[in-house]
């Protein structure tokens, strides 16, 4: 069942929704705010902001969600395709008028070429583990044009294992999640917090040149990916 669809659902209908809960492997359930995922062009932060602004071309906004970054930059005129596998999401980026929408896996996706590929909101979390990351580059250096790049934010989240050992059994940014809404749970599922040098490191070895451009003091970073001649 798609829990994050349905909240999301619950939220765009009525504006209120009952809380989302994300259970993790490593602490305490958090809540989830389900209105970031709704946030106009004046409530996003720096790093999206300058995120946006370095789109050029043709743009695959992939794990589009709602389509909030999809509707600004087709408000700017850019040729945006908006990609997010929940169906309920796609449902109601159609009904906030995101032109261009498919509703498909980027790991099943095959069709076209872009200019830009924009993962946001750690949406590069979606390579699961370091394994998926790499199957992930050899995925967009299909989708990319010569000249193309890919566009992502990610962060080093060591700060989590202050007080605890670093998992010895896997990378410490591969984390497992499970929804939690209305009383209905989703499956557990993996998603990927890498580290700015890990990054630069995997991105060298599969003919990447990796560019951080901007980090806050939480410790998130945006970087651009270009391939390398």
Not at 41 to 65: F, H, M, Q, S, V
Request: aromatic share 12%.
């Amino acid at each position: 069942m798609d829990i994050f669809g349905l909240a999301l659902t619950d939220f765009f209908q009525s504006k209120t929704n009952d809380t989302l809960w994300l259970h993790n492997n490593y602490g305490e359930k958090e809540e989830m705010p389900v209105d970031v995922f709704f946030r106009d062009e004046d409530e996003i932060p720096e790093l999206e902001t300058i995120a946006l602004n370095l789109c050029t071309g043709r743009i695959l906004d992939i794990g589009a969600g709602v389509g909030s970054h999809a509707l600004i930059l087709q408000k700017n005129g850019f040729n945006v395709t908006a990609l997010e596998v929940s169906t309920n999401a796609c449902k109601i980026m159609e009904a906030r008028g995101v032109q261009n929408i498919l509703n498909q896996d980027i790991f099943t996706y095959n069709s076209g070429k872009f200019d830009t590929l924009l993962l946001l909101m750690n949406g590069i979390g979606l390579s699961k583990t370091l394994t998926g990351i790499i199957d992930f580059l050899k995925i967009a250096s299909d989708l990319l044009t010569p000249n193309g790049q890919l566009i992502f934010d990610s962060s080093d989240i060591s700060y989590l294992y202050e007080d605890s050992n670093i998992p010895e059994d896997r990378y410490y940014g591969e984390i497992s999640y499970q929804y939690e809404y209305k009383n209905q749970r989703s499956n557990w599922f993996k998603w990927l917090y890498i580290d700015q040098l890990l990054l630069t490191q995997i991105a060298n070895e599969q003919g990447w040149n990796c560019t951080v451009l901007y980090e806050d003091d939480m410790d998130q970073y945006l970087a651009k990916l270009t391939r390398k001649n």
